[in-house]
């Protein structure tokens, strides 16, 4: 202290003067069993903790209310519980309630956090054909003229996309098949034309999977699919409900193989990404004209109706060259691709649509009801655009 006054030239008194001015570090100190439950023994708490807070998960409905602490404690040990391990009865006396909700919340077993949902499982295949995502639906860009086989006992046949997706690729294979509803036996000609070696060695989707994930349409609940795939040893998934086995079970979304399937584009990026798969190239290459024209579009609507409906009539030079099948075009005596044939629209549409434009003008409750594929959804999707831009 005498040699730290003198080279600062101050006195020790007022060296310990200032030193007596500053703060001083407290100890800190805590009980050695500091976090331990001092009641009971930690095992002992540990499962009357477990079984409190599992009655109040079972006793909870689906506004959120359950049995409080408090009850649960009263129940634990006025009658005790029947456990697999048999029965259990806490003492009287020994669980408070909040020492009970402290440790409930330590160790994770508080209201909140079981309640919590849980992290999404997405599975991802990680090599190629292990797994097909499968999927049918109507065509909302294409439809056929009536053909001269129409059963009239069955109704309008549907054309229908069939598309499978590799998961771990991406790459996707696509047919059209013209059946009524969703047919066993296309979606098995379908696979057995996806399995085969292509002649484009460019494209070389070929194979059989490991499994095959689609939904829970008529075709996977058919035996006849289900027997021809236990055959070709190719499990089968289908979608799982959220409370399933496999919970919040989702595809990824590049393994979607129906792009046409919602009624509006997310965004117009998304837009114009669809349209540049379409037709298999970057919109870099269109002429300006032709870009802002399809920009003018995108920014007044996203209805996939109408913006296909464009890219058809105004940029059908730059489709891709895939057309349909051979065997398909000749069946229905087709000449031409389907992608320079228009929607076919009959007069009774065109009566239907002015109708339904009414009758919601005057208000009520309107049900449009029809066979599968007879244009329920290309319908409203259109009513709902028409009424959009009418105010």
């Known amino acids: 202290m005498h040699e730290t006054a003198t080279l600062y030239g101050v006195s020790e008194q007022t060296m310990y003067r ?5 703060g001083k570090p407290r100890a800190v100190t805590k009980r050695s069993d500091r976090g331990t439950p001092r009641v009971l023994p930690k095992a002992h708490l540990d499962r009357y903790l477990e079984l409190i807070a599992a009655v109040k998960l079972r006793t909870s409905n689906r506004k959120g209310r359950h049995m409080s602490t408090r009850e649960a404690i009263r129940l634990l040990e006025d009658y005790g519980l029947e456990t697999a391990e048999g029965f259990v009865q806490a003492p009287h006396g020994v669980l408070k309630t909040a020492t009970v909700n402290r440790y409930l919340k330590k160790w994770g077993l508080d209201w909140r956090t079981l309640r919590r949902e849980p992290p999404a499982v997405r599975f991802q295949a990680d090599h190629s054909n292990e797994l097909w995502q499968f999927d049918i639906s109507p065509s909302d860009l294409k439809q056929l003229k009536t053909p001269a086989w129409i059963d009239e006992a069955k109704g309008q046949p549907t054309l229908m996309l069939y598309s499978v997706v590799d998961d771990c690729s991406g790459v996707a294979y696509q047919e059209y098949h013209c059946t009524y509803g969703e047919s066993v036996e296309a979606a098995l000609q379908f696979l057995f034309h996806a399995m085969t070696p292509k002649t484009d060695a460019h494209f070389p989707f070929c194979g059989r999977p490991a499994c095959l994930y689609t939904d829970n349409g008529p075709v996977a609940r058919s035996r006849v699919f289900q027997q021809v795939m236990r055959y070709l040893n190719i499990e089968v998934r289908t979608h799982l409900p959220r409370d399933a086995d496999g919970r919040h079970t989702t595809a990824r979304a590049k393994g ?27 919109l870099a290459k269109l002429s300006p004209d032709q870009l802002a024209t399809l920009n003018a579009l995108l920014a007044e609507t996203l209805a996939k109706t109408l913006v296909w409906d464009h890219v058809r009539r105004h940029l059908a030079p730059f489709y891709r060259g895939k057309t349909m099948l051979s065997d ?34 005057e208000g009520g409750i309107i049900a449009v009801t029809g066979i599968v594929g007879s244009g329920k959804t290309v319908l409203l999707g259109r009513m709902q655009e028409q009424l959009r831009q009418e105010g």
């Not at 193989?257 to 190239?281: C, N, Q, V, W, Y």
């Not at 398909?328 to 002015?354: A, I, N, P, W, Y």
């Open 328 to 361: 398909v075009m000749e069946h229905f005596g087709l000449t031409k691709s389907l992608r320079q044939v228009d929607d076919f629209e009959t007069e009774h549409h065109r009566q239907l649509l002015t109708d339904l434009k009414v009758a919601i003008h």
């Open 18 to 22: 200032l030193l007596g001015q500053q």
């Open 256 to 282: 979607k193989p129906d792009p046409f399937h919602e009624l509006t584009f997310p965004s117009a990026l998304d837009a114009k990404r669809a349209i540049a798969d379409h037709l298999g190239m970057p």
